[in-house]
């Protein structure tokens, strides 16, 4: 298993090249630390496996739920690809957030939390045919998010998210 | 601008104040089929006459600020009261606060008890009559005043049912009430003849209470007052006419470039000028934002003006039109023409982590008066803003009084 962390620039989570790559971007706070792990560093065509982001927000910071309305909820979207089978993510169940100078409750995370993105290898002929001769699959995701405390919010940011991960023969 | 201004300040008799002759003040101010300047202040002169020297003290049960309720009887023991009339936005009621102050540290070995009243009616006091105040006339709004202010007297709340203020009279704020032991009227004015605490010649209040204190006629019992004229609950049209004429401004959206957001940050409008950032997604933006426009509406007789920018990306404008149109935000707004929020910082201010809210107050010559980054603290906004609009001369004083 290997494990990525870092807290707000732009990367790429390489499983297995190990290379994080940080894209150029004007300072800004660190709103949102981010880990990932993978369940298995090789896998068989018909397996599947998860990538799991470990996630927690800075000091008293929250992130919007996905069941959020007219908020900025968090997203992990994986781009599809020929061979990749992704299922939706899952999320841990919100936190009630009463904000009170406006009297609403809202669906956040303020403490560290899980997103599990189930994925798989696409044992169809379809899939088998996408997948013949690959020896690493390189998925690559975003994770969007907004962060606020209660007295300032930050722009809505997206991560670009890479993995990659050796395919073994069946 | 400052007509309205002027005709807020009542002229005692003669008295010119700042060279301007109160029938200049009425004449500026009367529209078709409403009644004068001059009309309405004989009108209240008549519904709400003065008390006359020689009477009684009218009795009251007031609460003060402190929460307690304060009676004329509890300060029975003071061989003389002072009772002043005044008010938290009045500019030239703030002028005389330090002056009163002082009248009560002096005087307190010599028995006088002073106490205040604040006789206006909060909701007859129209948004554009609070520009020069950082808070409204409200109970609660004199206990963040008086804290501010630091008064070393009690505060008292007069302005729902204005029954004790109908009894004594005030025709402005400040209007002092002096009492000897027998709480016999003996003296009712102003504190002294000029606002401009520089410039007093004479020191009317002083006066009465050198002389009572001493035993001795009060020399001049009745002085013609100058202040802001007292806001009585039974006159509200006032109110209800700027805010229709508020309510019937559009609220239009304006697409900014990055270099239109550019040149707002040199500030080209010649006036002290209010920039927020803001979004739909931003709960602490959506608190602030009712705030800022009261400001606005309080101070946009003077030289001031406001532009909101939406910090929402082009697709997000049907929502920020919904969210103007629902504070009716008939003030400059934008929304950038961009996805990039980080452009916009970088165009913006480089010293801004693209937070919001994010508030910047620039004087005329584009230099920064306040800045915050996150929810802004209304109070210290407004004193900040108070405190670097030029006074005109009318109320010379008054931007340093927001400086202290």
């Given at each position: 298993m290997s494990k990525w962390t870092w807290s707000f620039a732009p990367i790429a989570m390489l499983l297995a090249a190990t290379t994080v790559v940080a894209a150029q971007q004007p300072a800004r706070p660190n709103l949102l630390q981010v880990t990932s792990h993978v369940s298995a560093e090789r896998v068989t065509v018909g397996d599947r496996f998860n990538v799991t982001l470990e996630l927690a927000p800075a000091a008293k910071m929250h992130v919007y739920a996905p069941t959020v309305v007219n908020y900025k909820p968090i997203v992990l979207t994986v781009r599809p690809q020929p061979g990749l089978i992704v299922r939706p993510a899952s999320y841990p169940p919100a936190e009630k957030y009463f904000y009170a100078p406006l009297k609403e409750t809202v669906d956040v995370y303020q403490k560290p939390f899980q997103v599990v993105q189930e994925l798989g290898l696409d044992s169809s002929p379809a899939g088998r045919a996408a997948l013949k001769g690959v020896t690493e699959l390189t998925v690559q995701a975003a994770l969007s998010y907004q962060a606020c405390d209660d007295k300032i919010c930050f722009p809505p940011r997206t991560i670009p998210l890479t993995w990659t991960v050796a395919i073994k023969e069946s | 601008m400052h007509a309205i201004n002027i005709a807020r300040v009542v002229l005692g008799s003669s008295l010119l104040l700042g060279g301007v002759a109160a029938s200049a003040a009425a004449q500026t101010l009367a529209a078709p089929g409403e009644e004068t300047y001059a009309q309405q202040m004989a009108r209240e002169q008549s519904e709400h006459p003065t008390l006359k020297i020689g009477s009684a003290a009218p009795a009251f049960s007031l609460k003060g600020i402190d929460d307690k309720s304060h009676t004329l009887a509890e300060y029975g023991d003071a061989p003389i009261l002072a009772i002043a009339?005044?008010?938290n936005h009045c500019p030239a009621s703030?002028?005389?606060e330090g002056r009163i102050k002082q009248i009560v540290r002096d005087y307190a070995d010599k028995g006088v008890k002073l106490i205040a009243i604040a006789p206006n009616g909060p909701m007859a006091v129209a948004p554009r009559e609070l520009n020069y105040a950082e808070v409204d006339d409200s109970f609660e709004s004199m206990k963040i005043h008086a804290e501010y202010r630091q008064f070393n007297f009690p505060y008292l709340y007069e302005g729902d049912t204005q029954q004790v203020a109908h009894q004594y009279g005030p025709k402005v704020t400040p209007h002092i009430f002096i009492f000897d032991r027998e709480r016999k009227l003996r003296y009712e004015g102003r504190i002294d003849d000029n606002m401009r605490g520089n410039?007093?010649?004479t020191n009317d209040a002083r006066n009465a209470l050198d002389a009572l204190v001493a035993g001795r006629p009060v020399p001049v019992e009745h002085t013609p007052v100058f202040g802001c004229s007292t806001k009585w609950n039974?006159?509200?049209?006032?109110?209800?006419?700027?805010m229709k004429e508020w309510m019937a401004k559009p609220v239009t959206l304006e697409t900014a470039s990055l270099d239109e957001l550019k040149k707002l940050r040199?500030?080209?409008t010649g006036k002290t000028l209010m920039i927020n950032f803001w979004a739909t997604w931003c709960g602490p933006c959506q608190t602030e934002y009712p705030e800022l426009l009261t400001t606005y509406l309080w101070y946009r007789s003077r030289d001031f003006e406001f532009v909101s920018v939406a910090l929402n990306t082009p697709d997000e404008r049907a929502s920020v039109q919904k969210f103007l149109d629902e504070h009716h935000s008939a003030v400059r707004n934008l929304i950038i023409d961009t996805d990039d929020v980080y452009a916009v910082q970088a165009a913006f201010d480089a010293k801004w982590e693209s937070g919001v809210p994010f508030t910047l107050v620039l004087a005329p010559d584009g230099r920064e008066i306040y800045r915050i980054e996150g929810e802004a603290d209304i109070l210290a906004l407004r004193r900040r803003i108070l405190?670097?609009?030029?006074?005109?001369?009318?109320?010379?004083?008054n931007t340093e009084y927001w400086r202290k």
């Open positions: - | 009339f005044i008010s703030q002028l005389y410039n007093i010649k039974s006159a509200i049209a006032g109110k209800q006419r700027e040199t500030n080209p405190g670097n609009l030029p006074d005109a001369g009318m109320f010379a004083g």
